[in-house]
């Protein structure tokens, strides 16, 4: 199977500063990428997928690229709702596996 | 508006057999596959499965082949997992997800959880 791999594990950043987190691939996923955003006692939301494409209703200061085995989820301007646990998914074939979890916190 | 709306916690002794439930709304459930996905307390998540409501087609995790059981009633919009025999370590909390498209793909509506608790 296809192994993600988060960096780092914990983040802590302040509202205003610019936060990006690395997920890689343990071979090429193309752009079959995701990344979600958990807050405690909340199921997933889907930020970005396609490792670059918004989700509607996404707030523009998240953004995603990459392709093949290296991407990054960047928070241009982190604001005091987006202290979360953020995933990545790949979907490169139908074995889907998410990273280990980036938790961005104060 | 689309909705996956899961069933209550479970709380249920090792060995026991369980079934929790999704119910769609807002959508034709019979276009998009769902998915199952594991969070154990304080961990990550994991993909168990995924299913094609229109013909029942299901695809597991190696992890989770042969440990669960997916599957849908079309009639009623809602998707299943079941397991025949639970054990301590299936505590956690499970999420079912909608996909965007024909997988492989993303899930982009999400029920709120079950937590099932497995404790003697």
């Known amino acids: 199977d296809i192994q993600m791999t988060q960096s780092p594990s914990t983040l802590s950043a302040g509202v205003g500063d610019r936060v990006t987190i690395t997920c890689r691939a343990s071979?090429?996923?193309?752009?079959?990428l995701a990344w979600y955003q958990q807050k405690p006692g909340q199921a997933p939301n889907l930020l970005i997928y396609?490792?670059?494409n918004l989700q509607s209703g996404v707030p523009s200061r998240f953004s995603g690229s990459g392709s093949g085995t290296e991407f990054t989820l960047t928070i241009s301007s982190l604001q005091p709702d987006d202290f979360a646990t953020y995933y990545c998914?790949?979907?490169?074939?139908?074995?889907?596996?998410f990273g280990g979890g980036t938790k961005v916190e104060i | 508006e689309v909705q996956l709306v899961q069933s209550a916690a479970e709380m249920k002794k090792p060995g026991e057999s369980l079934q929790i439930s999704c119910q769609t709304s807002?959508?034709?459930?019979?276009?998009?596959?769902i998915g199952w996905v594991r969070q154990r307390p304080g961990e990550g998540l994991e993909w168990m499965g995924i299913?094609?409501?229109?013909?029942?087609?299901?695809r597991y995790s190696r992890t989770f082949q042969g440990q669960v059981t997916i599957s849908v009633d079309a009639s009623i919009n809602t998707a299943y997992l079941q397991w025949s025999s639970l054990k301590a370590s299936d505590t956690a909390i499970y999420f079912c997800?909608?996909?965007?498209?024909?997988?492989?793909?993303?899930?982009?509506?999400w029920g709120q959880g079950t937590l099932v608790t497995v404790s003697s």
């Open positions: 997800a909608r996909q965007q498209s024909s997988p492989p793909d993303d899930f982009d509506y």
């Open positions: 807002g959508y034709t459930f019979t276009r998009h596959w």
């Open positions: 299913i094609y409501p229109t013909n029942s087609d299901a």
């Open positions: 071979q090429s996923i193309g752009s079959w």
């Open positions: 396609q490792a670059s």
């Open positions: 998914q790949q979907y490169q074939s139908y074995l889907y596996t």
